[in-house]
């Protein structure tokens, strides 16, 4: 468990990105640093690892640290690459209140530089988790073993640290969530605040080695997919979609008024 912070602090860091200066002598420094990003919603940034080819996979901590954790994560394929305009845009707006969230746009960076499902080394980064891992080749080559991609043992390292209480997959183009999952009433709750279908997604057969597959058989928490189409519209990724999910996580975005403690 993550010890939680005092309401004060939470409360620092949201004045601080309204009022830069205010909060640097009350908050420690790590946190003081984040009321000079120039991203306000932005409280931590960690490169969780790097791909074949050396990129740096970012993640960004937003809102308020103590929560219970919230992963997105979206392009695990490089030829996916609409909808990380969602997380970029929630880490680029306004500071986010209510919950813990961290958003990793892009966890295939080889794949999103070549236009390519697969990373550098032609593996698919989905059937590359070590849980009922198999052997496949062609479109979902799963790679020489379980989580042999650097990319694989990156998210592996984040989500066991961070022990997410849900994970939210983004993909493309299939249009659906899937509601045969672990936690079933999200998912359809999820499916109508996107205004997407409620589906099946059986992972064209193949549901080895997937990461929501290997989340969800090791973790308390819940990983599911999202499809968007082929071509989603850009404003449904940078404002509605986000909108709609901070809404639905009971999430707020703006300078929030948080209580501190009293005395
Ligand atoms: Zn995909």
């Known amino acids: 468990m993550r010890p939680a912070l005092p309401g004060r602090l939470v409360a620092a860091v949201l004045v601080a990105a309204a009022v830069p200066g205010a909060a640097a002598a009350a908050a420690p420094t790590a946190l003081a640093t984040a009321a000079y990003d120039e991203r306000p919603a932005v409280v931590e940034t960690r490169t969780i690892g790097r791909s074949v080819r050396g990129r740096p996979i970012m993640a960004y901590r937003l809102g308020e640290p103590g929560g219970r954790p919230v992963v997105m994560i979206s392009t695990m394929h490089g030829d996916e690459p609409h909808t990380r305009l969602i997380l970029q845009s929630l880490r680029d707006g306004d500071p986010i209140g209510g919950i813990d969230l961290w958003v990793v746009p892009t966890y295939n960076p080889d794949g999103l530089a070549r236009g390519t499902r697969r990373n550098a080394r032609g ?71 996107l205004r997407l279908p409620q589906t099946t997604l059986d992972c064209g057969g193949v549901c080895h080695g997937t990461m929501t597959g290997w989340f969800n058989h090791g973790f308390g928490g819940a990983a599911l997919t999202i499809e968007y189409g082929h071509r989603p519209p850009r404003h449904r990724m940078v404002a509605e979609a986000p909108r709609q999910l901070l809404r639905l996580l009971g999430a707020r975005r703006g300078v929030a008024v948080v209580e501190g403690p009293s005395g």
Do not use: C, I
């Open 123 to 193: 593996v698919d980064l989905n059937r590359n988790f070590p849980y009922d891992w198999a052997d496949l080749d062609g479109r979902y080559e799963s790679g020489p073993r379980p989580a042999s991609e650097p990319e694989t043992r990156a998210v592996m390292r984040f989500l066991r640290e961070v022990r997410p209480h849900r994970v939210l997959s983004f993909h493309q183009p299939l249009l659906g969530v899937d509601t045969d999952t672990k936690d079933s009433a999200f998912a359809r709750r999820l499916a109508r605040a």
